[in-house]
Structure formats: structure tokens, C-alpha cells
């Protein structure tokens, strides 16, 4: 049950996320939790290993290059999930930086 909400309240944070960035689309609700799900798996599975080769790129760049790695995978969850649009990567910087803004206001009042 606590995974559920953890991903409705992804999906709000998706949501609100994408209406203050004119650069990203999203088509709905329905396609906020899809991402949600997706991009969930994407940071279990797929970061980890990432962040572990990239490693020393990150270390040289005091932590930035997460953030360029953070907008990556976005753009990977972009081409996965129909409905959701960014406009170029630094939109996707952008609306990383947002979502873990937003998740983290919306995480508070949990």
C-alpha cells in the first residue's frame, strides 16, 4: 500500500512538474503514473549501475554530473512512455531538478 501511494504521489509531483515547464507534455493523470512506474524501475534497475561507472566523472565534477545523468534517464523515460514530450535535454534538466523539488514538498505532508 505504501508503494502505491509513494507512486500516486510521484505521479502528482509529475504532474505539477510538467504544467510549470512549458518544454514537457504530459497527457494525463493515467499517463503520470505510467511514468511514474517506468521511471521507478528506471532508478532501481538502471541508475545504479550508471552511477557506479560514471563514478569518476561525477567525483571530478563535485556531484553536477548526476544531475546531467538524472536528465538522461528522463529522457530515456520520455522515449519509453507515449504521452509525456520534453523538448530538448536541458528541458529535461530542468524538469529533474523541479520533480525532486516538488516530490520533496509533496513527501512532507505525507
Known sequence: MKTLMHFIISALAILIAAYL???????????AFVLAVVFGLINAFLRPLLVLLTLPLTVITF???????NALLILLASAIVPGFTIASFWWAFLFGIVLALVNYILEVFE
Open 21 to 31: 515547464l512549458p518544454g514537457v507534455e504530459i497527457s494525463g493523470f493515467l499517463t
Open 63 to 69: 556531484g553536477l554530473f548526476a544531475l546531467i545523468l
